[in-house]
């Protein structure tokens, strides 16, 4: 059948060239915004079957959360653009992205440990960045998905690897302090909880469940209950009486017995029939996510795969990491050291060997969740000043900025007459760059988030030119009078903004 959609241009602004996913309430199309050199984008469309002032309403409030979610956590689809048609139809407009859903992703074969555990936990951030929840109507109110599920998880190719976008909050619940009851089932039968088929009052823990359905499915390949028929009582039979077969029996993970425990009990406890014995929050499925990788053994390389526009997505496909998979799972094994373990303030600048050839200058930070989450999506700037006298010092700052949330800032203190400090600035020049990595402040501090920032050329040739002056220059002070005058710099930095 011909849509009849392709090549309308909406707003006179996008051309829908083709369809890229079909849903209950409306169609996603991969389209080209004609304001902005045609960038490839993504647009949800209403379907005019279900056009009414309800499904309407349905429709603005989901492209809201995902505006409002998107800004805060990039791992939740970003919405740049809600409008109508000239018939009245509405439509929002998202980045596109190509990429593989997890149910593309498990076809040929269930994930390995390493794999699995890295996916779940950037789908739990954005699960966490829901459930938090958004300033909405100047009020603070939490989000429940209710329709997790591994088509609802793309994975697309990032600098550091792989990145998850959790899609689709058509059916998102606003928690709003009042207790509603489900009327009608809203939902994908074999993800849904028991309370959710119930029509009970829902709260975090229904996408907890769905959750836990997910992550069996990606270690399996299968789901954990098959009814009997395909049918609404089927599926309420097998989510309240059937029990899922042991995890430890099916996959055939061939590593420790603790890894293998700790994954089996984590993911069978997100499936109880009880909520009350599920996991008391996404928080607490983090956690133990962050330590399996931390203990678990050494992490494989990503599976190789293909994208294409043929994918359900949603922002072209971003330039090739500069760094391969094995940097990134070096990177993300690292844990906060136990001597620094009640630092939260300070940063802490690490020189790393992924290798005898291969030196990486880093900076280590440790955050609160909710600031990894503001933070990770955020811009970011880096600077260095230096004064060779009365003692030669260089301030190097790192900062994040957002509209949101303004700025953060960090601020290290380098001595070039030292030899540590030396070797470190030196490599910070001849890398151009440098990785942010940002740790957990909660047990294992393990590391959530990394940010890359480049080094601007100009910049690097002074570095070194400053190692090689402060070799030449005698001290005539102390260092904290160099740091007292370039804290005054700094503070005229902040105030004005990079």
């Known amino acids: ?93 998202m980045e596109y992205l190509a990429g593989k859903n997890i149910r593309q992703l498990i076809r040929p074969q269930p994930l390995d440990i390493p794999r699995f555990l890295e996916l779940a936990r950037q789908t739990c951030i954005a699960l966490k960045a829901a459930h938090d929840g958004i300033l909405f ?93 395909n049918t609404f009582g089927g599926w309420h039979k097998a989510h309240t009486t059937y029990a899922p077969r042991p995890l430890k029996s099916i996959i055939p993970l061939g590593t420790s017995p603790k890894l293998l425990n700790g994954v089996s009990d984590l993911v069978m406890s997100c499936l109880s029939r009880n909520r009350s014995r599920r ?54 094994s690292q844990t906060w050291p136990q001597k620094n373990a009640a630092d939260l303030e300070n940063p802490l600048p690490k020189m790393l060997l992924l290798d005898d050839e291969k030196p990486l200058a880093t900076l280590w930070l440790k955050l609160s969740a909710q600031e990894i989450t503001q933070r990770a999506n955020s811009t970011r700037y880096n600077t260095f000043l230096c004064t060779m006298h009365p003692y030669p010092m260089v301030l190097w700052v790192t900062a994040f900025y957002s509209s949101t949330h303004g700025y953060s800032w960090w601020a290290n203190y380098l001595h070039p007459k030292k030899n540590g400090d030396r070797k470190f600035l030196w490599q910070l020049s001849d890398a151009m760059a440098y990785h942010a990595l940002l740790f957990s402040q909660r047990p294992p501090n393990a590391v959530v988030e990394i940010c890359k920032f480049n080094i601007a050329k100009a910049q690097c040739k002074l570095l070194k030119q400053w190692v090689l002056r402060a070799q030449a220059t005698p001290s005539v002070g102390k260092p904290e009078d160099s740091q007292a005058l370039l804290e005054r710099e700094l503070e005229k930095l902040q105030k004005k903004g990079f």
Not at 32 to 38: H, M
Request: glycine share 8%; hydrophobic share 40%; with cysteine.
């Open 137 to 229: 109507n100047d009020r603070l109110v939490p989000i429940i998905h209710r329709d997790i599920k591994p088509s609802n998880i793309l994975v697309t190719k990032a600098s550091s690897g792989e990145l998850v976008k959790v899609l689709d909050f058509g059916i998102a619940k606003l928690l709003q302090g009042r207790k509603v009851d489900e009327i009608n089932f809203m939902g994908t039968m074999a993800y849904s909880s028991p309370e959710q088929m119930d029509g009970q009052e829902l709260d975090y823990r229904t996408d907890i469940y769905s959750l836990g359905i997910t992550m069996y499915e990606m270690l399996t390949g299968a789901l954990p209950y098959q009814p009997r028929r």
């Open 279 to 332: 996991p008391e929050s996404v928080d607490e499925i983090l956690t133990t996510l962050m330590a399996l990788q931390r203990d678990g053994v050494t992490p494989s390389k990503p599976l190789s795969f293909q994208f294409s526009e043929d994918t359900h997505g949603t922002l072209p496909t971003p330039p090739p990491s500069e760094v391969g998979p094995d940097v990134d799972w070096f990177l993300r």
């Open 1 to 93: 059948m011909t849509d009849g959609n392709l090549g309308r241009i909406l707003a006179n602004r996008y051309e829908l060239i083709k369809s890229v996913g079909q849903g209950a309430m409306g169609t996603v199309y991969l389209a080209k915004d004609r304001v902005l050199g045609d960038v490839s984008v993504a647009v949800k469309l209403l379907s005019q079957d279900v056009l009414n002032d309800r499904s309407v309403k349905q429709f603005q409030i989901e492209a809201t959360i995902s505006a409002l979610l998107g800004q805060k956590c990039m791992h939740v689809v970003r919405v740049i653009d809600q409008k109508f048609t000239q018939e009245g139809q509405p439509f929002y407009v």
